[in-house]
């Protein structure tokens, strides 16, 4: 899927797929897996774990909102 970016506050969110890489040591090969999981984002910081997180992308952008604004009050200036 494509990610969405979404602006709020002065914050950049983006929810994306999580992409998995693995390696095999001894060939030193790289192989992609394929992972339904979508992350949070938050200012390119992974804030998925720090949300409460529901199946949609709407749920996941409203839950990213709710942490910025638990982190970054309004009535504080971001100095």
Do not use: W
Not at 13 to 24: E, G, L, M, P, Y
Not at 28 to 50: A, C, F, P
Request: some cysteine; glycine content about 4%.
């Amino acid at each position: 899927m494509k990610p969405i970016e979404t602006q709020y506050r002065n914050h950049k969110i983006v929810i994306r797929d999580q992409i998995k890489f693995a390696s095999d040591g001894v060939t030193g090969t790289l192989n992609k897996e394929s992972v339904t999981k979508r992350i949070i984002e938050v200012d390119d910081v992974d804030v998925t774990s720090r949300c409460r997180v529901s199946n949609t992308d709407e749920e996941k952008t409203e839950a990213a909102k709710r942490f910025i604004d638990r982190i970054y009050p309004q009535g504080k200036s971001e100095s």
